[in-house]
C-alpha cells in the first residue's frame, strides 16, 4: 500500500516508513481494505498530515480512533465529512466553541478548515473497520502516530499540544514541555463533558492567546 503524503513531512517520517513494523502495517491495511469495509476511504488516511504541512504545524489535537460509522471519517481526528451529522463528541467541541470564542455553531462538521491553518488533527489510530471500534488499534498505527508526535516535539518549537482524556493525556510523556505548551482536560464526550469534565476547559482562546504571545497567528475556529 502506498503512503501518500505530503513531500513536507517525508524528510522526518521516510525512516519510519522503512522500518519492518510500518511495512507490516501497510500490508495488514491493504488486506483489511480489500476483505471489509474500512473507514476513512484510502486517500484520506493520511489527511491530517496532508492538510496540515509540516512546517505550519500550530496546534496538535489527539484523537484514539477513526469514526467507524458509514461515511463519517475523513481522515482529521474528531471531524466528519460534509453534511454528515455530527456526532456527540464534536457537538460537545462546537458548543464550547459557542461558549469560549463566541463562535455559532456550524452546520458543517469537517474540520478540514482548521488543519489548513496549522492543525494537526492525529488519530492514535488511522483506520477502522466499519462498525468495530478499536478494530485497528495495536497493529502499528500506534507505534507510527507516537513517533509522529515524538518527531514534532524534537523538530518544532512552541507548538501547543490539546490533549482531551486519559488516553490523549498519556502522550504527554512524548512531548518537551519546555519547548512546547500541553493544555489537558476531560473527553469531550458526552459520558466526561457531563460529568463536569470538559465544557470550559477554554482551550480554543488558551490555544490562541499562547500563539499570539510567541507571535503567530491565532486559529480561526
Same mark, same amino acid.
Given at each position: ?14 525512516? $519510519? ?10 500490508? %495488514? ?5 480489500? #476483505? +471489509? =469495509? ?5 486517500? $484520506?488516511?493520511?489527511?491530517? %498530515?496532508? +492538510? ?5 504545524? /500550530? ?13 463519517? &471519517? ?6 466528519? @465529512? ?12 462546537? !458548543? ?10 456550524? $452546520? #458543517? ?5 482548521? &488543519? ?7 488519530? +492514535? ?5 466499519? *462498525? $468495530? &471500534? ?16 515524538? =518527531? ?18 498519556? /502522550?504527554? !510523556?512524548?512531548?518537551? +514541555?519546555? /519547548? @512546547? ?5 476531560? @473527553? ?5 463533558? #457531563?460529568?463536569?469534565?470538559? %465544557?470550559?476547559?477554554? *482551550? ?8 499570539? &504571545? ?8
Amino acid at each position: 500500500m502506498d503512503v501518500k503524503i505530503h513531500e513536507s513531512w517525508k524528510p522526518f517520517l521516510q525512516e $519510519e516508513f522503512n522500518k519492518p513494523y510500518f511495512e507490516d502495517l501497510m500490508v %495488514f491495511v491493504k488486506t483489511e481494505y480489500q #476483505n +471489509a =469495509t474500512c473507514y476513512p476511504p484510502t486517500s $484520506e488516511i493520511f489527511q491530517s %498530515f496532508n +492538510a496540515c504541512h509540516f512546517n505550519d504545524i /500550530k496546534v496538535v489535537i489527539i484523537g484514539q480512533d477513526p469514526y467507524h460509522g458509514v461515511g463519517q &471519517a475523513n481522515g482529521l481526528c474528531f471531524s466528519v @465529512h460534509d453534511s454528515i451529522p455530527h456526532p456527540p463528541s464534536l457537538r460537545n467541541i462546537f !458548543k464550547e466553541l459557542e461558549t469560549d470564542v463566541n463562535k455559532t455553531y456550524p $452546520e #458543517n462538521g469537517n474540520l478540514l478548515f482548521w &488543519a489548513e491553518q496549522g492543525v494537526l488533527l492525529l488519530n +492514535a489510530t488511522l483506520t477502522v473497520r466499519a *462498525h $468495530e &471500534a478499536g478494530s485497528h488499534q495495536k497493529k502499528g498505527w500506534e507505534i507510527f502516530t507516537d513517533s509522529v508526535i515524538k =518527531t514534532i516535539s524534537e523538530n518544532q518549537e512552541d507548538v501547543v499540544f490539546l490533549l482531551w482524556g486519559g488516553f490523549a493525556k498519556k /502522550k504527554s !510523556k512524548l512531548i518537551d +514541555a519546555s /519547548k @512546547h505548551t500541553i493544555l489537558t482536560s476531560g @473527553h469531550p464526550s458526552p459520558l466526561s463533558a #457531563n460529568r463536569g469534565y470538559w %465544557f470550559g476547559n477554554k *482551550h480554543f482562546s488558551k490555544a490562541n492567546q499562547i500563539l499570539k &504571545a510567541k507571535g503567530k497567528l491565532p486559529i480561526n475556529w
